[in-house]
Nanobody
Framework: QVQLVESGGGLVQPGGSLRLSCAAS????????MGWYRQAPGKQRELVATITSGYSTNYADSVKGRFTVSRDNGRNTMYLRMDSLKPEDTAVYYC??????????????WGPGTQVTVSS
């Protein structure tokens, strides 16, 4: 079974930076697209950024120019560098990945999320 674990969340002041990591483990054959989502209190979950296995990226307009998504395919790890953080970036950030395992077919998997709070 595939396990995704996010790390790097926490409390940061406006204008500060954080780097989130998402480590995938298990009987993984190949990871295709990966992405970051977030959900703020009282709001629907929204897509933040995606990155393909070939390193193509997409960003939500609200984070474009401030956030950078990357991945290390050898380590099955995805990152999200967040700069110039704003209070409206406060949310639970979730990692997702489309994965083929040794015995199962291709499917989407999610991490439990990590809290990011931007406040002075």
């Amino acid at each position: 079974q595939v396990q995704l674990v996010e790390s790097g969340g926490g409390l940061v002041q406006p204008g500060g930076s954080l780097r989130l990591s998402c480590a995938a483990s298990g009987s993984i054959v190949r990871i295709f697209d990966m992405g970051w989502y977030r959900q703020a209190p009282g709001k629907q979950r929204e897509l933040v950024a995606t990155i393909t296995s070939g390193y193509s990226t997409n960003y939500a307009d609200s984070v474009k120019g401030r956030f950078t998504v990357s991945r290390d395919n050898g380590r099955n790890t995805m990152y999200l560098r967040m700069d110039s953080l704003k209070p409206e970036d406060t949310a639970v950030y979730y990692c997702t990945a489309n994965v083929i395992t040794i015995f199962d077919g291709r499917g989407d998997h999610w991490g439990p999320g990590t809290q990011v709070t931007v406040s002075s």
